[in-house]
């Protein structure tokens, strides 16, 4: 099968929408008013209102009006607001796009888009959403596209889906359909299974993750289900914050605050981390020498000690962190 080259419809890539913060990404069932009104009030970088798993079939029709209301009518302020539609593979997708986008668009930030198989899908969904959009009058390519990875031929097809658009924004790992569709002996969704001594994880995960980064776009963890266990969700919630990832699903309000913190920088690694820019810009400077290289105390610091520096700095300036202490230029 040949790879679709991404679409070239006029859609454009947006790099603010790519950096929004998404620490804590709760899923809102769409059919659910009272849901629907308390997530607007709590601490979560992101919101996605779901039209699939959480919707009962014979809800889903009454649920996409419904979204619409609460996202033109609700207070969603400092969130980034998220639709999750049907696949593909179901007769509901294409009107949940049209239901949603046409009614709540210019209230919306992206499209979720789950079981991502191939690019072809995610090709598929830019299309329909230029197409709104040109119908609509809104700015072409404004929406942002969501890929969730939940089986093996999506995961072996993730660097294409990846690129598939400039519209793609995160590549989400879906850890429930994963784990049953490859026959993984356990039925806590997000936990290890029993048996297998090492993260049965471990690749799942960074595959998604180079894909994500190789394209310049997030890579977010999907839910843990024992949701009244906070402290073994930050266990799960460390290890993909470790290896790199931005942020993770919640699906119950205690778990925002420990999303929020594990996928946020220490006090202590931000300050450093402004104080090595601060320092390499100095030294690399006329007054500061000119210098490729220099010690910061006892640290050497050179071009890519800043590139891992913007990182944690990055996040530590998304996640809302104040310096405590600024650089100050050696005498002599």
Known sequence: MTTPAPATNGSAAHPAGRLRPRRS??????????????????????????????????????????????????????????????????????RDVVTV????????????????????????????????????????GRLGIEAQIENARGLNNVNEIAAASPRVETIVFGPADFMASINMKSLVVGEQPPGYPADAYHYILMKILMAARANDVQAIDGPYLQIRDVDAFREVAGRAAALGFDGKWVLHPGQVDAANEVFSPSQEDYDHAELILDAYDYYTSEAGGKKGSAMLGDEMIDEASRKMALVIAGKGRAAGLRRTGSFEIPEG
């Open 25 to 94: 990404c709760l899923a809102v069932p769409g059919s659910n008013p009272r849901f629907l009104e308390k997530a607007q009030g709590l601490p979560a970088d992101q919101v996605f209102l779901d039209l699939e798993d959480a919707c009962a079939p014979l809800a889903k029709p009454e649920a996409r009006h419904t979204i619409v209301k609460f996202l033109n009518e609700g207070d969603w302020t400092g969130k980034t607001r998220v639709v999750r539609v049907n696949d593909w593979t179901t007769e509901w997708t294409y």
């Open 101 to 140: 986008v046409e009614g709540a668009g210019a209230n919306l930030d992206c499209i979720m888009l789950p079981k991502v198989q191939n690019a072809e899908q995610i090709v598929a969904l830019d299309l329909l959403l230029t197409q709104i959009e040109k119908t609509m009058g809104f700015e072409v």
